[in-house]
């Protein structure tokens, strides 16, 4: 096991956004560190609510779904290759998490 595979404390509820380039490790790193239903893909949001994972038009409709989804006391982690919305997505969720 390498270093960066050691389990994370985080506080619960908390907020984690995690951005790499394609191919990083980001999904498994999250696989290793939190539940199933506490990792949120950027990716797939937009496949729901665009063309595809790939429809960067659609990042700001995949963050708003997010936004609408999550709830006060939820443990969330949100991993994207692209930084385009998320400061947004933590100044709209950051009062849950405080």
């Known amino acids: 096991m390498t270093d960066w ?4 404390q985080v506080p619960q509820p908390c907020l984690v956004v995690l951005v790499g380039p394609s191919s990083a490790g980001k999904s498994t790193w999250a696989a290793a560190q939190f539940e199933p239903d506490e990792i949120v893909s950027s990716d797939r949001l937009r496949a ?16 708003a779904l997010l936004t609408a989804t999550v709830r006060p ?26």
């Not at 595979?5 to 994370?8: A, G, K, M, P, T």
């Not at 665009?50 to 659609?58: F, K, N, V």
């Not at 443990?75 to 969720?93: E, I």
Request: charged fraction near 30%; charge should be negative.
């Open 5 to 8: 595979q050691n389990v994370v």
């Open 48 to 63: 729901v609510v665009g063309r595809g994972e790939d429809d960067l038009e659609a990042t700001d409709d995949a963050f």
């Open 73 to 98: 006391g939820d443990t969330v982690l949100v991993k994207s290759s692209n930084s385009a919305g998320l400061r947004f997505l933590g100044d709209r969720l950051g009062e849950y998490f405080s």
